[in-house]
């Protein structure tokens, strides 16, 4: 049921819900609105929710997942922009890519493999001063892996 009331310059439109809701009793809440466009305030009774409501849809994920860079995680290495120089002297630009490689190194703190994509010279690190304090230079949770 809806009543429009008019107070000087001003409507006021108040909707009020003829049917009881299942909430507990307490003072009613009333919830005002205003247009920016006529200036008329919109009111209705608002009531107290018992249970918090639940979100309808579910979260968002997206359709395509990420393609895996070129870059070393552990040295920050990627690729180089250099020039294609032939017999004439012509240049051309081309990419040097990194030597990444798939390798399983053993995590002796963890007690099993883990497997990562590095270059040549971050596993040479790695056999060096050990996968822990390559991993923590680099800010590299290997849990999550």
């Known amino acids: 049921m809806a009543t429009l009331a008019t107070v000087g310059s001003s409507s006021v439109l108040r909707f009020n819900k003829t049917e009881p809701l ?3 009793p307490s003072s009613p809440f009333l919830g005002f609105v205003t247009s920016q466009l006529s200036g008329i305030k919109i009111s209705c009774n ?4 018992v249970a918090p ?3 309808i849809s579910s979260p968002f994920t997206p359709a395509l997942q990420p393609v ?3 870059i070393c995680p552990f040295t920050g290495k990627k690729a180089n ?3 294609k120089v032939s017999f004439s002297n012509h240049k051309t630009k081309k990419l040097q890519f990194v030597n990444l490689q798939y390798k399983k190194v053993w995590w002796e703190a963890g007690k099993r493999y883990v497997k ?3 270059s040549t010279k971050a596993l040479k690190t790695i056999e060096k001063n050990g996968l ?3 991993a ?3 800010g590299i949770d290997l849990r999550k892996e």
């Open 22 to 24: 299942k909430t507990k």
């Open 46 to 49: 608002l009531p107290v929710v």
């Open 53 to 55: 409501l639940k979100p």
């Open 68 to 70: 895996a860079r070129r």
């Open 81 to 83: 922009k250099a020039n």
């Open 116 to 118: 990562l994509r590095l």
């Open 132 to 134: 822990d304090a390559v």
């Open 136 to 138: 923590k230079k680099a």
